[in-house]
């Protein structure tokens, strides 16, 4: 009996340290990506003070900082296994509720700030709007962490998926190149897509677990889709 | 004609300074930007705070571009064409 539970031991190992292998490749890439963009693109800011600019870039800083607080996160739930949300907050006291607090609020900026980049023309001037945009991501983060319910952590992550779609939708409308633009808009949205079955995988275990790989290629294709687009611009004139 | 954009705006105020031999006094370039005074004080203003025109006092005020007002129009079409890739 000894030698197969030695046998089994190894194999959880194995497969534990893989996962870690995983989680830290795909957390580079997309830190190193959402870097590349940022910083790419500070000459183009610094140039103009371009609020689109302003918060193009802001996203992709708030995507590298949120998916650098996932990692830590799953580090730790690596580590100690909880089997829910409520579990999470109970269990680890006070430190692992602010590290997820602050993953919720910089994954909800980074998608708000995309929104923002591209509605800005639109909502120039208009009541401060990333100050409202601000709160409800703290509202979000808040509901997250407080609320053990996965019901309403998928019904948030929902309306915050149609609401994107919704406001990209309402770009795509008013844009003036419709046909060009219709694969930057879709882009977006399942750039958001991922990025919240990105948040339900570390909010909700085990429920994507069976599909994380496929969510990891695919937001690193979107990632570097994006970087490939930034770069062919940067580089082209 | 078109309206311009606030990025093309400022590109047409450097590119008339440049090309009167990087200096310029402040009446014929208000006659050639094509603004009114209101608007392109409002401009002239923005581009003295951000680095990208400099004003001497020499016999009156002399206006030139800066070296970041020349990485301006050097980066104008890449702004562009960043702004317009991203719908931004």
Redesign the interface.
Known sequence: MAPVQGMGREMINYLAQASINTELLYSFVIIFVSLMIYFG?K??YE????K??KY?RLSFLFFAVSIFIRSILKFLFLFIDPRTIREIVFNLNVINPIILFLFMYFSAMAIFSLLY??M??KWNGKCNLILILNIVAVIIALISVVSGSSTIIFGIYLFLLLFVAFITFM?YKE?K?KKK?IN?YTVYILLSAFWILNIIDILVPNVLQAFQLIIYFVSISIFLSILY??LR??G?? | MTKRSKIEIIKDILDIVNKNNNSIKITPLIRKSNLSTTRFNKYYGELITKGLLIEKIHSGRIISTTQKGLKYLEKYSTIVGFIEEFDL
């Open positions: 693109t000459d183009l140039l103009t003070n371009h689109g600019i193009f980049s591209v800005c023309k770009a844009s190149n633009k930057l687009k930034v611009k940067l082209s004139n």
